[in-house]
């Protein structure tokens, strides 16, 4: 599954995103704008012509039903956790929308506070990729017919999630909370089935949004999708990786991960291949794994992780030794510190390093190879 990795739901592009990502697609306030806040308590209407929004698809009581909470408690935001992944599927074109309550997510990997956050994402003309989500460890096997579209669900420790294709686009909606693996979880002694009812009553306004929709509905923006190889040289040159980390005569192998090479396994990977994120995975015997994230042209990215309230949170600013005006850094704190995933731009590449044994360290190398 997924090109996703430091610090993000999974590993592939390990890093979790050419990225314009905007996490809310640029979320600037007009009703054309896809990550707009839900602003009555029935989905709108859209004119033809107007693309899709998030409003469209979920009103704040339907969101307020599905988190166990009221509307005025909810409000728009991502979770750190997710992200990267999220930022990846707008600059693909895509549309995510997330929303919150409870205090939200400190850290990435952080199962502890009171928070739950529903999310809804769409990648138009994916229909054909769609693959069913993951229930552990594989495919889930279980289905609903909902607004007539055969849908997949999941349940399980990582939340709840329905997926299908959807006209001619790729649509997911997913739970996720505080305290599943755990105590304290505001769905805590409410039986899965009804949690998973109630995403499924937001799902059927969802897809009944979606597949009717037109093409120019659906056409969020998105970055040019890379072109070329992905290949891990140049500022990603191996040998001066392995060199800064001090790994000496240990035996590595270095991976190029490209989800356009392989076949799709989640949404994540989707959303990958079409805008060409790809990551590079040294493997150090004795040391473990770094893994490298890496966005042509997605150097946006970094200020849309900034501007994300719960993100923003997460996120603190480090100088990196090498970078120049108008590049940054970010390390975002994770539950378990040394994989603390660092993001950073380079030029127009955004990359996002995880590595036990140093993810500064791994950032400057590229930095210094890429000068």
């Known amino acids: 599954m997924g090109i996703r990795g430091a610090g993000m739901r999974s590993v592939g592009i390990s890093a979790g995103l050419a990225v314009m990502v905007v996490l809310s697609v640029s979320a600037c306030a007009s009703s054309a704008t896809p990550n707009a806040s839900p602003t009555s308590n029935a989905p709108s209407a859209p004119a033809s012509a107007d693309l899709l929004a998030c409003s469209d698809l979920a009103s704040l009581d339907t969101v307020a039903g599905v988190l166990a909470a009221e509307p005025a408690d909810v409000v728009e935001a991502v979770q750190p956790s997710d992200a990267v992944d999220l930022a990846v599927l707008t600059a693909a074109g895509g549309l995510a929308c997330s929303w919150r309550v409870g205090a939200g997510q400190q850290m990435i990997g952080d199962g502890a506070g009171d928070w739950a956050y529903l999310s809804i994402e769409i990648l138009p003309g994916a229909a054909d990729d769609w693959a069913p989500p993951y229930a552990g460890d594989t495919p889930s096997e279980d289905t609903r017919t909902i607004a007539g579209v055969e849908a997949t669900t999941s349940s399980g420790e990582t939340g709840w999630r329905v997926s299908a294709p959807v006209g001619s686009a790729w649509v997911e909606l997913s739970i996720t909370a505080s305290g599943l693996t755990s105590t304290g979880s505001r769905f805590e002694g409410t039986p899965s089935g009804e949690v998973l009812d109630n995403l499924a009553t937001a799902a059927e306004t969802t897809f009944t949004t979606v597949e009717p929709a037109s093409e120019a509905q659906l056409a969020w923006p998105a970055l040019a999708p890379r072109e070329g190889d992905a290949t891990c040289d140049g500022g990603l040159d ?7 980390l001090q790994y000496g005569e240990a035996t590595t192998t270095y991976t190029v991960i490209d989800p356009r090479a392989q076949p799709i396994g989640d949404l994540e990977d989707a959303a990958s291949a079409r805008v060409g994120a790809f990551s590079c995975e040294l493997f150090a015997e004795g040391f473990g794994y770094t893994d490298i994230l890496v966005v042509r042209d997605g150097e946006t990215i970094i200020d849309e992780l900034a501007a994300q309230p ?16 108008g590049e940054s850094a970010f390390v975002a704190r994770r539950m378990d510190g040394p994989r603390s995933p660092l993001y950073l731009t380079v030029g127009e590449t955004f990359y996002a390093v995880s590595s036990g044994d140093g993810a500064q360290t791994v950032a400057e190398a590229i930095i210094a190879q890429t000068r």
């Open 310 to 325: 719960d993100m923003a949170a997460a996120l603190e600013p480090v100088t990196l030794e090498g970078a120049v005006d």
């Open 238 to 244: 191996e040998a001066g990786i392995v060199s800064a």
